[in-house]
């Protein structure tokens, strides 16, 4: 029942206050989630009010001050390295600023045969599949040896998102995937996005201010208020 | 009333991997007391046709063309000349406004400069004109929010700081470029409202760069949409979303949320090596086998004005 | 003020790099053995374009050689410290938590450490050799490059990229060589310089102290010669005044360098392929 479900538990995230004196600034205070494979969590709300650090706990990147992130019915932290790597793979993350999403030093190629590398692909294998991940993104082979700066937003975030496909994931957390994009290019990726769903069964913890964009993708929405979550709807 | 011209304005810059045409004989007529809303995406060359306008651009850029405002050519005034007529007569909202703004001095001192300098005031009536301003652009409590630094306001806050100061010495013409960039929906209604506001207050004229289509409804009397660095179409607003001519503009059209979306097939044009004919060809689902040797002059139909062989 | 550009820069690294010639080809270029004992007192010209001093070794020699040595030490230590620095900096910016306040705590109790007067005492108790001051040095003088490094490192932790390489998990340590410490190279670099510049001053002021190593010409022995054997009060220039200028020059170019190197992040104007 509880396989391949990822949860959040009462999840509660202090900062300590600027000054001192000052109660610490409580940016998370006790959400609760529930995502599974196939489905789209919709998560709506003003910048600045920690959407991008709930997703951050989510993905296993940031710790929160107290409460639990669960997958498989697994709690993370009890977790043993090998799991903890499991949940690492099976759970990425996109960013919202194309430019920052990749190395900027790196090709495209190289940025893919890395994880490639990681995978234990051989070699001799990297070029073929680094080609096809990029297929996969809606980029021709000619992008291989393009760096960032070359790229257009649209087509980094493709590169990210083709790189985070790599590890096989189950869950991506998306983080105003499209908000810094064109309007054809932010076309283009929910589009994409919604193709590799059903293809792949990806569950979406879509975090966007842009409703319209979660209408699209999202199954069910909620809305991050100060702290809380406001009301759950189903976007039908 | 008067009017801004823009004739045959090309701009060229020598990059590592080749030169870029980045505006490519644009030429456009602003009527008086109309806003204009220039529209294109990411590369294509309207944030240059700005930044050519007020002489903005850096040493290597070579600009040709005319640009006449006011019976004079802006593009041949001297630089001292063309420091009056920034601010004074025609002003620009920049993009990214926490970093427009100098973060070690206020907000209060920032706009109230544009007064003393531009106007000669004193600090004080400096400090209540800019507090007006402030409040005008819906800032509340503006006397305690002039003294306060730009770390201190939000993404918006700082938006609407600059739109204040652009139209602190209300000159004829704004020029705002991408001013709802990264900003979220509410915000960016709230930024359209004070835009829309101030201008008919002033009755300042205004150029809206923009790629957010609804900010440019919302604004624009007229939409006027560059592709690869050429116009491709020009027509009033509410016409241009009704009945988009140009296969580019229907592409961005059906990309919109309401119209579920649609994405434009095929990647976005390169500057350096521009295809011969029509630029929009590869990734046009209208085009025929001419277009890609021939590409089509801006051509007026009625109140429109389209790049396309479909309309000869 | 104005920051030194690029052909300040190039001034730097160029008078640099004949201070390093010199220390290399020592051997081939220097007119005489230091060592070598000859005529003393003599003026500059003839045989000694500088003259020689109470012993009767040439200036001139002597200073060629003692190029050598301050800039032997002064790279090694630097080299030391920014090790040090860049480690510690690197590990307490990217752990964070614990680590993080311990590694910061001691860099706090190091800071507290007089420096000069430390080496002063050891000095006393243990036989001067410029490999121990070098040493000491690169001990003591990490501190601030483990600061900036850290803050850097914090910086680039947090970069999308980063948390992608985290997210895809990759291990800590291929991310710490691949993708921070790139990062942090334009910021060492230039301290890397400066640590330079102030250890080989800290050299030549012991050694001008009389903590040095005896037994080694460096510019800051000469100096103490001069101070101590009667340089200064006989008014003989040759003595004091090369070896003074050469430190002063040898570090003022490694500074030129270094601030060279601070680079501005050039403005970018949208330009989309």
């Known amino acids: 029942m509880y396989s391949g479900k990822l949860t959040v538990e009462n999840i509660v995230k202090r900062y300590p206050a600027p000054r001192r004196g000052d109660p610490p600034a409580v940016i998370l205070d006790g959400i609760s989630l529930d995502l599974g494979r196939g489905e789209t969590l919709g998560i709506m709300g003003k910048s600045g009010e920690g959407k991008t650090t709930l997703g951050l706990i989510a993905s296993g990147l940031e710790s929160p001050s107290s409460g639990r992130v669960t997958y498989r019915g697994r709690s993370l932290r009890e977790m043993d390295g090998k799991r903890r790597r499991e949940f690492r793979r099976r759970v990425q993350m996109v960013f919202q600023n194309p430019e920052a999403s990749l190395h900027p030093a790196r090709t495209v190629e190289r940025a893919l045969c890395e994880v490639l590398d990681l995978m234990g692909v051989s070699r001799s294998e990297r070029p073929r599949k680094a080609v096809e991940a990029l297929g996969t993104a809606g980029l021709s082979e000619e992008y291989l040896c393009r760096l960032p700066r070359q790229l257009s937003g649209g087509q980094n975030q493709r590169v990210a998102l083709a790189r985070a496909l790599l590890v096989d994931p189950e869950f991506l957390v998306l983080d105003e995937p499209a908000a810094a994009l064109d309007i054809s290019e932010r076309a283009r990726l929910l589009h994409l996005l919604l193709r590799l769903q059903e293809q792949r069964s990806l569950g979406y913890l879509f975090i966007s201010h842009d409703s319209a964009a979660v209408r699209f993708l999202s199954h069910r929405s909620v809305r991050l208020e100060s702290g809380r979550l406001l009301e759950r709807e189903s976007a039908d | ?312 | 003020m104005k920051a030194p550009g690029m052909a300040a820069g190039r001034a730097g690294a160029a008078l640099l790099l004949a201070f390093i010639l010199t220390a290399a080809l020592a051997g081939v270029i220097a007119p005489h053995d230091p060592w070598e004992r000859m005529d003393p007192y003599a003026r500059p010209g003839g045989d000694h374009w500088l003259g020689t001093n109470d012993l009767g070794q040439d200036i001139l020699s002597e200073l060629i050689h003692g190029a050598r040595v301050s800039l032997l030490v002064g790279f090694g230590s630097a080299l030391l410290a920014t090790g040090i620095g860049v480690l510690i900096g690197l590990l307490a910016g990217y752990f964070r938590g614990t680590l993080d306040e311990f590694l910061m705590g001691v860099t706090d109790v190091v800071l507290m450490i007089p420096r000069i007067p430390l080496i002063i005492i050891l000095a006393a108790f243990l036989r001067p050799g410029f490999w121990l001051i070098a040493l000491v040095i690169g001990c003591l003088w990490w501190t601030s490059t483990a600061r900036v490094v850290r803050s850097r490192t914090l910086q680039v932790r947090e970069m999308e990229f980063v948390r992608g390489a985290r997210c895809l998990g990759f291990s800590h340590a291929h991310i710490l060589a691949s993708d921070v410490l790139p990062q942090i190279l334009p910021v060492v670099l230039p301290k890397f310089m400066l640590t330079i510049a102030s250890a080989m001053i800290s050299e030549a002021s012991l050694s001008f102290l009389g903590l040095g190593d005896p037994s080694m010409k460096s510019w800051g022995m000469m100096l103490n010669v001069a101070f101590t054997r009667g340089g200064f009060i006989n008014e003989m220039w040759w003595w004091f005044l090369p070896p003074g200028l050469c430190i002063t020059l040898a570090a003022g170019a490694v500074v030129l360098l270094g601030f060279s190197l601070e680079k501005e992040p050039a403005p970018d104007i949208e330009i989309g392929e």
């Open chain 2, 1 to 312: 009333m008067s009017c801004l011209h823009i004739e045959n304005l090309t701009v060229r810059f020598e990059t590592r991997s080749g030169p870029v045409t980045a505006v490519d004989d644009v030429s456009l007529d602003h009527e008086p007391g109309e806003c204009l809303a220039l529209v294109g995406e990411t590369g294509c060359g309207k944030s240059v046709l700005a930044l050519a306008l007020l002489r903005l651009l850096p040493a290597g850029a070579r600009v040709q063309g005319r640009v006449r405002f006011e019976g004079r050519d802006l593009l041949a005034l001297s630089e001292r000349e063309m420091t009056s007529v920034r601010g004074r007569e025609i002003a620009l909202v920049p993009q990214n406004p926490s970093l427009s703004l100098n973060p070690v001095y206020s907000i209060g001192h920032q706009i109230g400069e544009l007064y003393r300098m531009h106007r000669n005031m004193g600090r004080r009536p400096a400090r209540d004109r800019s507090a007006e301003q402030l409040g005008r652009m819906g800032i509340q409590d503006p006397r305690r929010r002039l003294r306060q630094y730009p770390f201190q306001f939000s993404e918006g806050m700082n938006q609407r700081a600059l739109i204040a100061a652009a139209f602190a010495l209300s000159p004829r013409l704004i020029i705002a470029d991408e001013p709802t960039r990264g900003l979220d929906e509410t915000l960016r209604d709230e930024v359209v409202r004070e835009l829309a506001l101030a201008r008919e207050a002033q009755g300042t004229r205004l150029i809206l760069i923009t790629h957010d289509l609804t900010a440019a409804r919302a604004l624009g009397d007229r939409i006027a949409v560059m592709y690869a660095g050429r116009l491709v179409e020009i027509a009033p607003t509410e016409d241009f979303f009704r009945n988009p001519r140009h296969p580019y503009s229907r592409g961005l059209i059906a990309a919109l949320p309401e119209n579920g979306f649609q994405p434009i097939p095929g990647p976005t044009p390169s500057l350096i090596k521009p295809p011969g004919g029509c630029r929009f060809y590869p990734r046009c689902s209208m085009k025929r086998d001419i277009c890609a040797l021939e590409e089509p002059p801006l051509r007026r139909k009625q109140e429109r004005w389209i790049r396309c062989i479909r309309e000869n």
